[in-house]
């Protein structure tokens, strides 16, 4: 499921580990595209103290002139999932292959979509840089890109690279698209989790209690979305090398707020550190924000797009008709995959 809210929210309700999307019918006549499954080593997430797989599966989006044309290159959308899902139920969520091969049909230029799994023992990476998980800010800016551009026919420039996610990959491109402005021309956040900072009036004694008698990382299977995600956002934010087997740092410990760890999470929040990387977001071609009218995150989403626009920074902020997974697949093929058509650098003609 791609729902991750507040990190602090103890007290919301448990969700689903994973949801079913409504999705678009099949263009008539769309061309196929061909879906490829790999696995894309990642030197930056091996040695994490919990034991992540450096080997990650990665699904990789072929459009469909790709095997006819083998002189053409192509750019290239990195699509992060989010919370509690991994590559696989992500490309249900948003019906890939069908809004890919509908958005191609209707006009989008060809690109090639790159749909990576940065799961973890606690559902989720954040996408962050952690001695716990494993550097998988790195990974998806680094790695993944060296990787595809190396076995792929890619146009290997940044202006040619789109970086995309829903929920908490919203929040990796929020995070990633402002460190590494290097490496991606253009960024579309759909309904980012997580870009305020939360006090600890928002926390749930009983919640952390449950949180606290956590003595390995299978315990965690069994606790309810919210509670297990709170662990993953520990594992990613607070990591302790000197606490295991958990190796993180809970911001309740004995029924007691731990202000440093509280510091330490919201120094994660991008609304927090946005104006650090004023810079980097002015080299962008493209920025694109949205998020539904009934989701929770709407006023984070708004909050970043006004920042934005405080420093003069080009941005499409959209907010539709919608909870937050209930427009996702529409989205991406009416949304996300035409604003990179029309951003991203396809280089010279073929």
């Not at 769309?30 to 599966?57: F, M, Q, Y």
């Not at 490309?91 to 989008?108: K, S």
């Not at 989720?124 to 990787?147: H, K, N, Q």
């Not at 551009?149 to 420039?157: F, S």
């Amino acid at each position: 499921m791609a729902v991750f809210g507040a990190a602090l929210a103890m007290h919301a309700a448990p969700a689903p580990a994973q949801v079913t999307t409504g999705g678009p019918a099949a263009v008539a006549g769309a061309r196929p595209v061909t879906i490829e499954r790999i696995k894309v080593h990642a030197p930056t997430i091996e040695g994490n103290l919990e034991g992540e797989s450096a080997d990650r599966d990665v699904l990789v989006v072929l459009p469909p002139s790709y095997g006819r044309e083998p002189r053409r290159r192509y750019p290239v959308i990195y699509a992060l999932h989010g919370y509690s899902i991994g590559a696989e139920q992500w490309t249900g969520e948003i019906h890939v292959p069908t809004t890919v091969q509908n958005a191609f049909a209707r006009g989008a230029r060809e690109m090639i979509l790159v749909l990576p799994d940065s799961n973890t023992v606690h559902n989720g990476s954040m996408y962050s840089s952690s001695v716990t998980t494993g550097d998988f800010e790195t990974f998806i800016a680094r790695d993944l890109v060296a990787y595809i551009d190396g076995h792929y026919r890619t146009i290997a420039k940044r202006d040619s690279r789109g970086l995309a996610g829903h929920s908490m990959g919203g929040y990796g491109t929020t995070r990633i698209g402002m460190k590494h402005a290097d490496m991606f021309g253009a960024l579309y956040m759909m309904s980012p989790c997580c870009l305020s900072a939360r006090d600890a009036g928002r926390m749930d004694a009983d919640a952390m209690k449950a949180l606290e008698a956590v003595r390995t990382p299978a315990d965690s299977a069994g606790l309810p979305f919210i509670l297990r995600a709170q662990l993953a956002t520990a594992a990613a934010w607070s990591p302790n090398p000197k606490s295991p087997p958990l190796y993180l740092d809970l911001p309740v410990k004995d029924g007691v707020v731990q202000p440093q760890i509280l510091a330490r999470w919201a120094a994660n929040a991008p609304l927090a550190f946005v104006d650090q990387y004023v810079g980097n977001l002015r080299r962008y071609r493209a920025i694109a924000i949205d998020v539904g009218d009934r989701d929770g995150l709407k006023g984070d989403a708004q909050t970043l797009h006004e920042v934005l626009d405080r420093y003069g920074i080009g941005n499409s902020f959209q907010i539709y008709e919608g909870d937050h997974t209930s427009r996702v697949a529409w989205r991406f093929q009416d949304e996300l995959i035409p604003f990179f058509s029309r951003n991203l650098d396809f280089g010279p003609a073929k």
